[in-house]
């Protein structure tokens, strides 16, 4: 059985008090037994009753949350060409080319956080599939990053976008912020990304759509959240 810090067992054993918590008291109980001394990013894990083997059954979206993400800025790259290349530079872009960019990826670049590309360019960027989908910085239209109005995308990007996607196991996981933001901004956050979560349901998804919510610190144990206080919840 592996060993666990005091620090953590200390976290664990106070968070047990309850087996699971309404979502207010669960962001802050989180905030409250984060241990660390560095800044701890606030996850969201959400366990949905999909089979992610099924096309009609993927979960995927983004959201702009209220209070954005904290911490260090994304590094957005937009592959443009025309006047949208200045647009994204005046959106603040800190990278805009076109099939310049494409080929300098090709040979191995990757000092990028985030890619948004007009469709006219995706003939180009689609040959980057293997190198940025492994990655998950591949644009697509269904979160934003194919689209006319770079300027927007980039401009939510910086803001603190989040995107969300089921994984194999059928569980969402998510930033909603710093420890550092307090009780009030986290759960804000919280709830915008799990009304998103919500919303997204697809119409191929059968039964109990939402079967568990979990909140948790980088280094802090895992926070269980009463379904019922959660508005909206299907």
């Known amino acids: 059985m592996a060993r666990v810090g005091k620090k953590y067992a200390k976290a664990a ?13 669960a962001v802050a109980v989180v905030a409250q037994n984060a241990f660390a001394k560095f800044d701890e990013t606030v996850e969201v894990a959400v366990r949905l ?5 099924h096309a009609d059954q993927m979960v995927r979206g983004t959201v702009v ?15 443009a060409s025309g006047e949208k290349l200045k647009e994204a530079q005046d959106a603040g872009a800190d990278l805009v080319g076109g099939d310049d960019m494409v080929a300098k990826i090709q040979e191995g670049w ?5 890619v948004v590309a007009t469709p006219e ?18 644009p697509n239209p269904k979160t934003g990053t194919v689209t006319f109005e ?7 990007i910086k803001a603190g976008k989040v995107e969300f996607r089921v994984d194999k196991t059928a569980i969402i996981h998510a930033p909603v912020g710093k420890v ?19 919303k997204a349901r697809p119409a191929a998804a059968k039964g109990r759509y939402v079967k568990s919510i979990a909140l948790s610190s980088t280094m802090g144990p895992g926070v269980r ?4 206080s959660v508005e909206g919840h299907a």
């Open 225 to 228: 959240v009463d379904l019922a």
């Open 13 to 25: 054993e106070a968070v047990a008090v309850q087996p699971q918590y309404a979502l207010p008291e």
């Open 65 to 79: 949350l209220p209070h954005g993400l904290g911490g260090k800025s994304k590094r957005v790259l937009v592959i």
């Open 110 to 114: 990757l000092d990028f956080d985030a």
């Open 180 to 198: 550092s933001f307090g009780p009030d901004k986290l759960l804000e956050n919280a709830r915008t990304l799990i009304d998103s979560v919500i």
């Open 150 to 156: 770079v300027g927007k995308a980039v401009r939510e």
């Open 49 to 53: 009753g999909v089979d992610p083997k």
């Open 121 to 138: 360019m995706m003939k180009s960027v689609g040959r980057l599939g293997k190198v940025l989908g492994p990655r998950g910085l591949m």
